[in-house]
């Protein structure tokens, strides 16, 4: 069996994460996320606070709630030139479903690749935030605002286009159409189409 990869790059509260792993269940492949991080922890013998922290330096991730940190930029881009090595050696070994940091953007150029971005009307979003995530309302619409300033901004930096970018996604869906199952079926089959030659029955 040939080996695909499908990247997830997502708004918060879209259900991104449980959509992808989902996807991941249908397609009976590897789900990758935090796992990421924790590998370039490993691999760099630092804890893994402390790439979460790089992280949201760079890219301003909950900066209302974190200081910002000392990292140099140099460190910063060591972390994600680590992270950028384990992506690629994930896809070159197997089929798997890739979640965030800027995966789409180390996988540009991989011939089976499917780039998705998952996105929900703010109503929706919020909804998710306050009914699935068990977050109050003010909480959630300050989140919403800043994770997707910091995704944004991080993406931005290191890949120089937006996660949302048309030009460089396969796939731009409306979670609150089809809702997690819905959806992750829905990317299933569009998966199973692209990857004909690649998926096993």
Known sequence: MKKFVITIAREFGSLGRPIAKRLAELLEVEFYDRDIVEAAAKKMNLP???????EEKKSGFFQMMFPLGTESAEHQKAIFDCQSRIISDLAAKESCIIVGRCSDYV??????????????????????CVGTLHMDKSEAKKMIYEVDKARNAYHKYFAKFLPSDPEHKHIIINSAL????GTAQALAAIARQKFADNIEE
Do not use: C, G, Q, T
């Open 48 to 54: 893994v606070s402390v790439i979460s922290k790089a």
């Open 178 to 181: 089809l809702e997690v199952e």
């Open 107 to 128: 996988l540009a150029d991989e011939p089976h690749a499917m780039h998705v971005y998952i996105y929900a009307p703010y109503a929706d979003r919020l909804a998710n």
